[in-house]
Each structure stands twice: as structure tokens, then as C-alpha cells.
């Protein structure tokens, strides 16, 4: 079975070597780069299966490179999973608003099971659709809770009612959009 690849993209050798220590036992990959400059060249060279980024980062910002992230996602159709960290939410939602709905947000410092919870949502979110492009399924998970099949499977139908939840509200959302514009004529 081939590894997955991880890229923690943070200035502190703290966090890469915690992350890479709460990540469960397995066959992960972990890549790291401490400033936005060398996580995008891993990016390119590596082609993570997941990445972790800093939103405050030297040479080129965690911002930055999340704009080369989205480009790149168009470009390809499909999105790597990213769990955005900060010890400071404000600064990432002064740049983009809530809710995140293509990527997870894990508040520095964090705990092992935030972490794992923050993984588990990002790859899910990572398959919502692109501008009307068709999802791409998720890669298999190597992050698995410890109960085994009753768990995943309590878990997708989870999912799957929120999915259908958020259909329901973005019906609506277009609903009373249109009830705007139709008063403001």
C-alpha cells in the first residue's frame, strides 16, 4: 500500500514535528516546508494527498499560497484536501469568510483529536464540486476511528444528511435571493 503524503507547511519546526507525531500509526508520508515559497514547489513535486498550512508564513503567505491552492484546483478539477491553521481565526476570516466550505480551519495550538477530526473534514469537503464540475471521489483514508466499520459507516450517513441539508439551505439561500431582486426592481 502505497504511503500518503502529507505536507505540513508551517515556519515552526514545533508544529511540523507535532502534527507529524499525532497523525496515527500508519503509512503516512510527511513532507514538510517552512515558509509558503517551498511548500508551493512541493506542492507541484510532490502532489500531497493532504496539506496543512499556516496562514502566516515567510517568503510568500499562507494567503498566497492558498490562492496558488484554488487555481490549481480549477486547473486540475479537483481540490487537495487543506487544513488552514492559524493561532489567530480573525486573521483568516478577514480573508475569507465563514463558513469555509472547501477546506478545514484548526485553531493553533490544537489536540490530536481536533486534528484528526480537522483530516476527516477536509477530505470530505475536498470533493464538493468546482464551479459545477462533477466531484471527484475521495481517496481512501488512512485516518479511521477506532470503532472500526460501525463507526465509518454511523459517519457517511452523517455525511450524507448534512449533504442533503446543505442542498436544502442553498435552495433556499437562491430562493430569497430572488425575492430580493424581485423587490428591488
Do not use: C, Y
Not at 489567530?88 to 469555509?100: A, C
Amino acid at each position: 500500500m502505497a504511503s500518503r503524503k502529507i505536507l505540513v507547511i508551517d515556519d515552526s519546526k514545533t508544529i511540523q514535528r507535532m502534527v507529524k507525531d499525532m497523525l496515527p500509526p500508519g503509512n503516512f508520508n510527511v513532507l514538510q516546508a517552512l515558509d509558503g515559497e517551498a511548500g508551493i514547489k512541493l506542492i507541484r513535486a510532490e502532489n500531497p494527498d493532504l496539506i496543512m498550512l499556516d496562514f502566516l508564513l515567510p517568503k510568500v503567505s499562507g494567503w498566497e499560497v492558498f490562492q496558488q491552492l484554488e487555481k490549481l484546483a480549477k486547473a486540475r478539477g479537483k481540490r487537495i484536501p487543506l487544513v488552514l491553521m492559524s493561532g489567530r481565526k480573525e486573521e483568516v476570516t478577514e480573508k475569507l469568510s465563514e463558513p469555509f466550505k472547501h477546506f478545514e480551519f484548526i485553531e493553533k495550538p490544537f489536540e490530536q483529536k481536533k486534528l484528526i477530526a480537522a483530516i476527516k473534514s477536509a477530505m470530505a469537503k475536498a470533493v464538493i464540486p468546482i464551479d459545477g464540475v462533477a466531484p471527484v471521489k475521495p481517496p481512501k483514508s488512512d485516518v479511521v476511528p477506532s470503532g472500526g466499520g460501525d463507526d465509518i459507516q454511523a459517519l457517511k450517513k452523517q455525511m450524507a444528511a448534512m449533504q442533503a441539508e446543505i442542498d436544502t439551505l442553498k435552495k433556499q439561500l437562491t430562493q430569497v435571493v430572488a425575492l430580493i431582486k424581485q423587490k428591488l426592481k
